[in-house]
């Protein structure tokens, strides 16, 4: 009784699943708004300053490290 009810459950959801997709159709108005390569340059630009917060963080560390040790 229990794999009955999860292929109806299973069943459900796929039909749910698909019609919600049928009705989002596509994305191409939304994609075009988009300017790809200001977001890739984004992307970028947030990893170079996460890279740079690390190399600080790491720096400061080392100089106190000597300072301690001396």
């Known amino acids: 009784m229990k794999n009955l009810y999860g292929k109806i459950s299973a069943g459900l959801t796929a039909l749910f699943v698909s019609s919600m997709a049928m009705a989002a159709g596509t994305y191409d108005t939304i994609t075009a708004a988009v300017n790809w390569s200001e977001v890739t340059a984004a992307v970028v630009a947030i990893g170079a300053l ?4 690390y190399v600080v963080v790491k720096g ?4 106190l490290r ?5």
């Open 50 to 53: 996460i890279a740079a917060v």
């Open 66 to 70: 000597a300072i301690k040790g001396a």
């Open 60 to 63: 400061v560390k080392m100089i």
